[in-house]
């Protein structure tokens, strides 16, 4: 089923709704609530701060927003890195200038992403030698973090990816990690991470190899992730996408509902 573009207004609804609560994320080690702001602690030092929205807030009740939020922050020594994840279709006034005034860079926007599940599902022709596979040994887990770190010009051995993703299935038993090989090596992974108690299902992680893009392993890993999503009963994928990742999903049916911009902040 091919999701028409006519259905924007519904599934960013159905986004905003259903995705922008504590749903979102679902790897916390805490939340602190500091009015519609969720401030978010995970593993490895990282702090993030989302909301559904900013509540109908001024500039200048904005930047106190800003200000505040980074001294909660500033009194973890353990937190090195702090995201403040935007969203193109808010209401935000001042959201940009107050960021950066307080030392938050903006990183490249992203597409969200939206559709049918089943709009992704399909037989795509793997390359010879080339099998997918869901993941669950620590060893796999560092190999596939491992090649996200290389693709994404992270160094693995100081990264601590595969660190925080291994905690993190403890936690949240139900994500899944899919990889492609060829000959005993990593060349694509990606995470399938289905939203408790909503109609979605998140598309996270996706990585391939450069010399092994244009062959179609990342659309069949996405279609696989895809078809155990059903399973779960999640009607609905969406996907923060970058615009290697955002042709093939629109290829599949899915539609770009707004934008997200990161804005990173490190210590």
């Known amino acids: 089923m091919i999701t028409p573009a006519a259905d924007r207004p519904r599934l960013l609804a159905a986004y905003d709704d259903q ?4 749903a979102e994320t679902p790897g916390a080690t805490s939340v602190v609530r500091l009015g519609p702001l969720r401030l978010v602690t995970f593993d490895g030092g990282r ?13 200048a009740t904005v930047r106190g ?22 969203r193109g279709h808010d209401a935000a006034p001042g959201l940009h200038d107050a960021l ?34 869901r993941i669950t040994a620590p060893d796999d887990v560092r190999a596939m973090s491992a090649m996200a770190d290389e693709v994404f010009g992270d160094d693995p051995a100081t990264s601590g990816h595969a660190a925080a993703i291994l905690r993190r299935q403890e936690r949240d038993p139900a994500m899944e990690l899919w990889v492609a090989e060829a000959a005993g090596q990593v060349v694509s992974a990606g995470r399938l991470e289905p939203v408790a108690g909503s109609d979605f299902a998140g598309l996270w992680g996706g990585s391939t190899r450069p010399e092994w893009r244009g062959r179609g392993i990342y659309r069949a890993l996405t279609s696989a992730r895809a078809r ?3 399973v779960l009963g999640k009607h609905y994928v969406h996907s923060d996408s970058t615009e290697f990742s955002r042709p093939i999903l629109e290829r599949s049916g899915l539609v770009k509902v707004s934008t997200t911009t990161p804005y990173l902040w490190r210590r």
Do not use: C, N
């Not at 995705?19 to 504590?22: A, G, K, N």
């Not at 701060?49 to 001024?58: I, M």
């Open 19 to 22: 995705l922008r609560t504590d």
């Open 47 to 59: 702090g993030m701060v989302t909301y559904r929205d900013l509540g109908g807030a001024d500039a």
């Open 65 to 86: 927003f800003v200000a505040a939020a980074l001294a909660h922050y500033r009194e973890d020594a353990h937190i090195s890195r702090v995201e403040w994840k935007t």
């Open 100 to 133: 950066v005034d307080h030392g938050f860079a903006p990183d490249e926007p992203e597409s969200i992403m939206i559709g049918e599940t089943q709009a992704l599902v399909a037989d795509v022709p793997l390359p010879d030698g080339v099998t997918l596979r």
């Open 228 to 230: 155990s999503a059903l």
